[in-house]
């Protein structure tokens, strides 16, 4: 079977750069989870590696298929210079290494929550799962394995995660549309939600 994570590094690679750090993350009974950091301008990009190395299992099956399945990695983009984001490694991990530990499928549109705030000072603690195919392209693996979507991640304050529970994550990302939101802003308040 191939090795998926040499070409999903490579893909990282021709879409972001050469990333500048990377750090490992090891959690007890799960595969090392590397977060890949890279600049660009004003931006700083952070990307898991790790996460695609198996296909994330439906929780109710009651064997996990070894090949077939979704695979993603995740991608979270902010403000360079504006917070210490870089304290930002480890819960990436954790969130990259949850189909591992908890079972889940990390998919479109799902809120993740690592119960703490994202790097320190942040007014997040969750993120929202956002449509790949924009920043990093889907990569096509062969038959019978799914493509690794490389997921963006919009960070999100505790009313704006409670609030998307109740109206859904359409209507929230409808709401920063309309208010202007630079969800890249590690310091940004929560968008009006009245």
């Known amino acids: 079977m191939v090795d998926v994570?040499?070409?999903?590094?490579?893909?990282?690679?021709?879409?972001?750069?050469?990333?500048?750090a990377r750090a490992a993350v090891t959690f007890l009974g799960t595969d090392r989870v590397e977060v890949l950091r890279f600049h660009e301008a004003d931006l700083v990009r952070y990307a898991t590696l790790g996460m695609s190395a198996h296909p994330m299992a439906d929780p109710t099956a009651v064997l996990a298929d070894p090949v077939k399945g979704p695979r993603a990695e995740l991608v979270l983009s902010v403000r360079a210079g504006l917070a210490d984001t870089d304290k930002v490694l480890r819960p990436l991990a954790v969130l990259a290494a949850s189909p591992q530990v908890e079972g889940?499928?990390?998919?479109?549109?799902?809120?993740?929550d690592v119960g703490e705030p994202l790097w320190p000072g942040a007014a997040f603690s969750s993120v929202l799962v956002g449509e790949p195919g924009g920043l990093v392209e889907d990569l096509e693996l062969d038959d019978?394995?799914?493509?690794?979507?490389?997921?963006?991640?919009?960070?999100?304050t505790p009313n704006e995660a409670a609030w998307k529970r109740v109206h859904g994550a359409q209507a929230l990302q409808e709401r920063w549309l309309a208010n202007g939101t630079d969800l890249r802003d590690p310091a940004r308040r929560s968008v009006p939600l009245d």
């Open 5 to 20: 994570l040499p070409l999903v590094e490579a893909r990282l690679n021709s879409a972001l750069g050469e990333p500048d």
């Open 104 to 112: 889940v499928v990390v998919a479109p549109g799902a809120s993740l």
């Open 144 to 156: 019978p394995m799914d493509p690794v979507r490389f997921l963006p991640l919009l960070p999100m």
